[in-house]
């Protein structure tokens, strides 16, 4: 919970902001402020003159500046992208360890996210704070205030479906339930995220370990093809040995397209018959999107 009054960090760890979209990051600013907190940005939000986001140095330093000023009380990236991976190596992660602050990010930031968890075991929330000014902007700030500043929980309540153990169909699957065993039941820590980004880390320092974890998958782009590489790299990597569960979030190209098969589908074969595999709408790249803990335990 952060305090009516404090200041936060605004960073872009990933691609910078074009310089067309001041207007709607100056929007932001004073959404922020009129629910009480005070943005504070980093000196790396845009891109260049010629279209060049700053070094991962920079944008890493930037960071950091915020976990050691004690005024910033949480850091929200607004950025997107490719390059968030760049930074890894250059954080403190002591520092952030020894912090009481929250990052929260989304889509590319998925790299840090995990990152931070798998080298500090600290959670992190997978959220775009940019929701505040789309579509849905009324509700998201709402909920938004509700949980970081009030201590509520509106923004991390999300509703799920699991599939059955028998997954195959080329229809929609997501109302289906399995009542027996354990397809219903989603116990563990939360790592994971856009599924792309996610499996930069592999192989590295930086990728969390899978043992009894909640996997979460979630992506903007790719249809069933680029999924399935996705997939054929996860159980290649023993995730799927090693998973407790899986929370499937939006698939946004997937589902505009209506590809077949389905994701749902895709990971019932790649997962198995026993995994619990859960599946929500809530959690990905739309702006009517919740946020979901990442380094915390679900519990059902």
């Excluded at 915020?66 to 002591?94: H, Q, T, V």
């Excluded at 899986?246 to 997962?271: D, H, N, W």
Aim: charged share 25%; proline share 2%; aromatic share 8%.
């Amino acid at each position: 919970m952060i305090k009516a009054g404090s200041k936060i960090g605004i960073v872009c760890c990933s691609d910078g902001q074009k310089r067309e979209y001041a207007e709607k990051i100056r929007h932001l600013e004073a959404v922020l402020k009129s629910i009480g907190l005070q943005p504070v940005f980093s000196d790396y939000i845009y891109v260049s003159e010629e279209g060049l986001s700053s070094t991962a140095q920079k944008r890493a330093a930037a960071l950091m500046n915020f976990y050691r000023d004690d005024e910033i009380k949480g850091i929200f990236d607004i950025s997107g992208g490719d390059l968030a991976n760049g930074i890894l190596p250059y954080l403190d992660y002591d520092v952030i360890a020894d912090s009481g602050k929250t990052f929260w990010g989304y889509s590319d930031l998925t790299t840090v996210i995990n990152a931070v968890y798998a080298k500090t075991g600290k959670a992190s929330v997978l959220y775009q704070i940019r929701n505040l000014i789309y579509d849905h902007a009324k509700r998201q700030t709402a909920d938004f205030r509700n949980s970081v500043i009030d201590g509520g929980e509106e923004l991390f309540r999300i509703e799920k479906h699991f599939l059955t153990a028998d997954t195959q169909a080329e229809c929609e699957v997501t109302d289906k339930v399995e009542t027996a065993g354990n397809q219903r039941r989603l116990h563990g820590i939360v790592v994971g995220g856009n599924i792309r980004c996610f499996l930069k880390l592999a192989g590295t320092e930086y990728m969390p370990d899978l043992t009894d974890k909640i996997l979460l998958l979630e992506s903007y782009s790719g249809t069933a093809a680029r999924m399935e590489t996705y997939l054929c790299q996860l159980e290649q990597l023993g995730a799927f040995r090693k998973a407790a569960g899986i929370l499937l979030g939006t698939f946004t190209e997937m589902q505009e397209k209506r590809c077949r098969p389905s994701m749902e589908t895709l990971v019932r074969r790649y997962a198995g018959a026993d995994m619990p595999i859960a599946v929500t709408g809530q959690i990905g790249h739309g702006t009517d999107a919740k946020g979901i803990w990442i380094g915390k335990t679900m519990r059902e």
